[in-house]
């Protein structure tokens, strides 16, 4: 009986929580401010350590901060380094305005999968209160019980400093449009009509109402992007934009789900 007490104890300390930003957007923006000052392509975990009063690269706070970057898009890992991505570049960019650099995190706010279901359950509705938000992330997403609150809290400040939240309700337009400005001469050079161009020829069979550019897995699967029809290279252009900013954080969240 003692032993199996003990194997029940040791399972409940081993259940891990799904995945789930632990520090606001405002501290993960704070985080890559912290990264950028560097001014180097990767940072070593010890080096970001100091400036935060930390000593240790498995301390939580720390795991925290590097999680919820990650979940945002706003850097990668490896090696026990830290690297920013285009995408966090880009509202890091000194020109930017602060309008441009609120929409860009907001669209960062969209990107953590937790998120992106909340997002689609409660836009345009009232947002539970944080006790209630915690227990249905509990019990419908899979947050354990040690951190649900901590989770809540998080999509709640984080919705609240971008101001997404009027009167508790939750609106958060899903339908982005890159601004004139986010396109600059550098930009430009790299997203030629001659790309453009390339990805249309490049895309597979076409469809009835647009085209599906399919690449085989390791797995013998297919992953397929589509295209709709009737899309102009302006369009192309912003799409290549969005894949290279936003893919590589999108596998890794994805690679952290699995």
Request: charged share 25%; net charge positive.
């Given at each position: 009986m003692e032993n199996q007490n003990s194997t029940a104890i040791s399972s409940a300390t081993r259940k891990k929580s799904a995945l789930y930003p632990a520090v606001t957007i405002k501290?993960?923006?704070?985080?890559?401010?912290?990264?950028?000052?560097?001014?180097?392509?990767?940072?070593?975990?010890?080096?970001?350590?100091?400036?935060?009063?930390?000593?240790?690269?498995?301390?939580?706070?720390?795991?925290?901060?590097?999680?919820?970057?990650?979940?945002?898009?706003?850097?990668?890992?490896?090696?026990?380094?830290?690297?920013?991505?285009e995408?966090?570049?880009?509202?890091?960019?000194?020109?930017?305005?602060?309008?441009?650099?609120?929409?860009?995190?907001?669209?960062?706010?969209?990107?953590?999968?937790?998120?992106?279901?909340?997002?689609?359950?409660?836009?345009?509705?009232?947002?539970?209160?944080?006790?209630?938000?915690?227990?249905?992330?509990?019990?419908?997403?899979?947050?354990?019980?040690?951190?649900?609150?901590?989770?809540?809290?998080?999509?709640?400040?984080?919705?609240?400093?971008?101001?997404?939240?009027a009167n508790g309700v939750l609106s958060v337009n899903t339908e982005h449009k890159m601004p004139e400005t986010t396109l600059d001469e550098a930009d430009l050079e790299i997203l030629s009509p001659i790309d453009a161009d390339k990805l249309r020829k490049s895309a597979g069979d076409r469809c009835e109402e647009g085209y599906n550019f399919e690449i085989p897995t390791l797995g013998k699967r297919t992953a397929r992007f589509y295209i709709p029809a009737g899309i102009t290279a302006k369009d192309l252009d912003y799409l290549k934009l969005c894949v290279e900013n936003m893919l590589p954080a999108f596998l890794e969240n994805l690679k952290s789900e699995l």
């Open positions: 501290e993960s923006y704070e985080f890559i401010r912290l990264i950028d000052s560097f001014k180097e392509e990767s940072v070593p975990y010890e080096r970001i350590l100091q400036p935060l009063g930390l000593t240790c690269v498995t301390t939580r706070s720390f795991l925290s901060r590097i999680g919820a970057s990650k979940q945002f898009g706003f850097i990668t890992t490896g090696r026990n380094k830290a690297r920013l991505t995408f966090a570049r880009r509202i890091l960019d000194p020109e930017r305005s602060a309008g441009e650099v609120k929409q860009l995190l907001i669209e960062a706010f969209e990107m953590p999968p937790l998120y992106t279901k909340l997002i689609e359950r409660y836009n345009g509705k009232s947002v539970p209160a944080k006790g209630q938000l915690s227990n249905i992330l509990m019990n419908e997403y899979h947050i354990i019980k040690q951190v649900k609150d901590r989770a809540a809290a998080c999509f709640i400040e984080s919705a609240e400093h971008l101001g997404l939240l």
